[in-house]
């Protein structure tokens, strides 16, 4: 045969022999393979089947949480509603209560009423028994009784007008040597100083009409606290970007118009930083009367006064008399004294000390018992002024003897410097007198705390202490001071009278 065959056919052969030996080798290996990949698939699958358990559970278990609280919610707002009915009920039943004690009530009213009725036709009957009885009696008619009781207090009238007149033909004719003194030294010397007519306004200029709105604050609580604490009344009117401060003290009118003006630059405008602005605005005009006492001895040219002294005399520059303002009333008599003790050849020292602290008395006067004179005297002892001028202080209204010619000197000074023309204006005066009578009838009532007169007078403001006087006794204060005020004054229209009780609870966070 062909060797090419038997060469093929080797070939053949060896490649089956080898082809039979590979497949023995490999498909072992081939079968573990694939049972590896086989029992990993199965592994991952059980694993997630695993996994898809506890994830199921989990939401079972999360489904029955907020089932649970679902239910408790529920629960609870059936027990708000239970409730909230119970009281609904409870309150029914309360106000039929109410009710029928008012009908009650009412109808004991009515009773009540009807007796008083029936009382006042038998006081009627009574009464006109009673007259016809008296005219009988007196043998004469109600008209004539009338006529005859005329008579006799025209008469008695008559007697009481020449009483009067004869008294003041007695006190023209003292005080007529002191008016033809004052006569004689306006004739002789004519001061011309400068006089500002005081005001009882105080006008502070905001930056935009907004301010007014936070001036006033939600429902007026900023603007009544405002004014509260500093005892003055607050006009927010159509002036544009203005408001205006009203008061009759020119002490707290100035430290009011310093904290509104704070306010205003602060921006923080609420209850409790107003009152500490109004308090940080008094302490600064105690500062400026302080600085006033001594620019007025400075001017005057007094020295040696003791602090005290100065301080005093300081707070006469927030007082007028007559509209004269009484801390330039006074530098202004220190230098008219010290020009009559040059030409009379007197003290000229001590004449100027005493001129400068005649008037000392009016800055305490609203506060203590006593005439000005007497009490500036009193005051001016305890810091060693010299006698001279103690004296000159407490005899310038001859309440005592005067001892010197400077004595005299003061008083002149004091006579000239008033009635100089133009120097006073008596409507200003009266008004604060009777602002001023307002406050010290409030309070001299027992339970009250302080007063401010405020709107030009027409209305007057009392904080009482609250745990003295409760609810009901602050109406009856109210109505007992207006009583009072009625008899009392003498004034045009109506005066408010509020009566105000407040408590306040005060803690500290340390």
């Known amino acids: 045969m062909d060797p090419v065959f038997w060469i093929l056919l080797g070939i053949v052969l060896g490649g089956a022999v080898v082809g039979a030996g590979l497949w023995f080798y490999l498909k072992p290996r081939t079968d573990a393979t694939y049972a590896a990949l086989h029992q990993e698939v199965e592994n991952k699958r059980v694993l997630t089947e695993k996994e898809a358990e506890h994830i199921l559970a989990e939401a079972r278990q999360e489904a029955q949480a907020l089932r649970l609280e679902a239910e408790k919610v529920t629960e609870r707002r059936y027990e708000d509603l239970a409730r909230t009915e119970e009281r609904l009920e409870r309150r029914h039943e309360k106000q039929e209560k109410q009710g029928n004690r008012l009908e009650a009530r009412e109808q004991m009213l009515n009773k009540r009423q009807s007796k008083l009725d029936r009382q006042q036709n038998l006081l009627e009957k009574a009464e006109e028994e009673r007259r016809m009885k008296l005219e009988e009696i007196a043998n004469m008619s109600s008209e004539e009784a009338k006529q005859l009781l005329l008579q006799d207090v025209e008469k008695d009238a008559r007697?009481?007008?020449?009483?009067?007149?004869?008294?003041?033909?007695?006190?023209?004719?003292?005080?007529?040597?002191?008016?033809?003194?004052?006569?004689?030294?306006?004739?002789?010397?004519?001061?011309?100083?400068?006089?500002?007519?005081?005001?009882?306004?105080?006008v502070v200029p905001l930056p935009s009409e907004e301010m007014k709105g936070r001036i006033i604050g939600r429902n007026g609580r900023n603007i009544r606290a405002f004014e509260q604490a500093a005892g003055v009344d607050i006009v927010v009117d159509d002036t544009p970007e203005a408001v205006t401060i009203s008061s009759f003290d020119p002490v707290r009118r100035e430290s009011a118009r310093r904290a509104m003006a704070k306010l205003i630059t602060d921006g923080r405008i609420h209850p409790a930083r107003i009152e500490k602005l109004v308090k940080d605005a008094e302490a600064e005009v105690e500062q400026v009367i302080k600085e006033a006492g001594e620019q007025a001895a400075y001017e005057a040219n007094v020295h040696g006064l003791h602090p005290?002294?100065?301080?005093?005399?300081?707070?006469?520059?927030?007082?007028?008399?007559?509209?004269?303002n009484q801390l330039h009333h006074s530098v202004e008599a220190t230098k008219i004294a010290a020009i009559l003790a040059a030409e009379l050849g007197a003290n000229i020292?001590?004449?100027?000390?005493?001129?400068?602290?005649?008037?000392?008395?009016?800055?305490?006067?609203?506060?203590?018992?006593?005439?000005?004179?007497?009490?500036?005297?009193e005051?001016?002892?305890?810091?060693?002024?010299?006698?001279?001028?103690?004296?000159?202080?407490?005899?310038?209204?001859?309440?005592?003897?005067?001892?010197?010619?400077?004595?005299?000197?003061?008083?002149?000074?004091?006579?000239?410097?008033?009635?100089?023309?133009?120097?006073?204006?008596?409507?200003?005066?009266?008004?604060?007198?009777?602002?001023r009578t307002l406050e010290d009838i409030a309070t001299s009532f027992t339970g009250v705390e302080s007063a401010y007169a405020l709107q030009a007078g027409r209305?007057?403001?009392?904080?009482?202490?609250?745990?003295?006087?409760?609810?009901?006794?602050?109406?009856?204060?109210?109505?007992?001071?207006?009583?009072?005020?009625?008899d009392s004054m003498q004034y045009p229209g109506q005066i408010q009278v509020t009566v105000i009780r407040e408590t306040r609870a005060v803690g500290f966070a340390k």
């Open 159 to 202: 007697q009481d007008m020449a009483r009067l007149m004869r008294q003041i033909e007695d006190e023209a004719r003292e005080t007529a040597e002191i008016k033809a003194r004052k006569l004689v030294a306006l004739a002789i010397q004519r001061v011309a100083t400068d006089q500002v007519a005081e005001m009882v306004v105080s």
């Open 308 to 324: 005290q002294i100065l301080r005093m005399l300081g707070r006469l520059k927030f007082r007028t008399s007559y509209g004269q």
């Open 349 to 377: 020292e001590m004449a100027k000390m005493g001129a400068l602290l005649h008037d000392l008395g009016k800055a305490m006067d609203h506060d203590q018992e006593g005439t000005h004179a007497m009490l500036g005297a």
């Open 379 to 435: 005051f001016a002892k305890r810091f060693r002024v010299p006698k001279i001028v103690i004296n000159a202080i407490a005899a310038h209204h001859h309440e005592v003897e005067m001892e010197s010619v400077e004595a005299v000197i003061v008083e002149a000074a004091d006579a000239i410097s008033g009635a100089r023309p133009g120097a006073r204006r008596e409507s200003l005066e009266n008004y604060i007198k009777r602002v």
């Open 459 to 486: 209305e007057i403001r009392i904080l009482v202490k609250p745990g003295v006087i409760d609810d009901l006794g602050a109406m009856q204060l109210s109505k007992d001071i207006s009583k009072t005020i009625e």
